[in-house]
């Protein structure tokens, strides 16, 4: 045998080790989100523990606040929360005078999204039970969108009260992606992939097919004060629409923001233009305070 032959065929087994080699790094190593650096710090950042998880309390360093926004951020259900994300959270607290109380909940591969909801479910019943209802947000990007409705629905459910307003940030609604027209938005969005998304979305599954996994299939009929943020340069739009129609056919209000030329969770990534970010950030902060 050759020693280029060698060397191809070493190359060729490396390749088919390095996804397999990952899989397993993830599946053994529990990932967690952390704190930012000192510098990057401009809240105050307080980290309790609930069921071996972080959950992050993020508050203004200057004076009280009386509002409290539950935040799930998203990352296809395998991501910590980001650099951008750390920025958001941090400036959104400030400007909208907010608590925010954001859950590390477990990650793929290692966990699925009944490992989510054993976490999720316990915290925010714990949570509604030292502050005010009726002053009470829930939010999420992108995945963390989709959990947060989750949530809600299978709360609704059980009876148990339900914050006052939530805000859905380019949610992912059907992590099967099955809506057709997700292949004509796939050519306007530059961030998101719909084969990459669906692999995630079954691990998250465990092989299940419920709305805990897809909150697109729930009961929203007992839902309220529904916001939802959505670009059209996002495969995750045509959801949007869906989730919107099927509002309507049981006479539940949900208001939909849609931005002409917007990526997806534009005004975390900042993956638009500078007025669209802006446009996009004042317009959460507008629902938030009215």
Known sequence: MSRKLKFSLILTVIILLIPIL????????????????????????????????KVFVISPKQGTTDLTTIYFHGGSYITQAT?????????????????????????????????????VEPLYKEIIEKVDINKLIIMGDSAGGGLALALEEKLSQEKIQIPEKTILISP???????NSQIDEFQEKDKQLNKESLKIAGDIYSNNDDNYLISPIEGDISKLKNITIFIGTNDILNPDVHLLIEKGKKEEINIELKEYENAGHIWMIEENSS?????????????????
């Open 274 to 290: 500078k007025e669209l970010v802006e446009k996009g950030y004042l317009d959460i902060l507008d629902t938030i305070k009215n």
């Open 172 to 178: 992912w609604l059907d992590v099967r992606l099955k």
């Open 22 to 53: 990952i899989i397993n790094y993830y599946l053994i190593f529990d990932r967690e989100s952390k704190e930012p650096q000192k510098q990057e710090k401009i809240c105050n950042i307080e980290t309790i523990e609930f069921q071996g998880r």
């Open 83 to 119: 650099e951008n994300h750390w920025k958001f959270i941090q400036k959104l607290a400030i400007d909208a005078n907010t608590t925010v109380i954001m859950p590390d909940y477990p990650l793929i591969p290692k966990y699925n999204y009944k490992d989510v909801f054993e976490m």
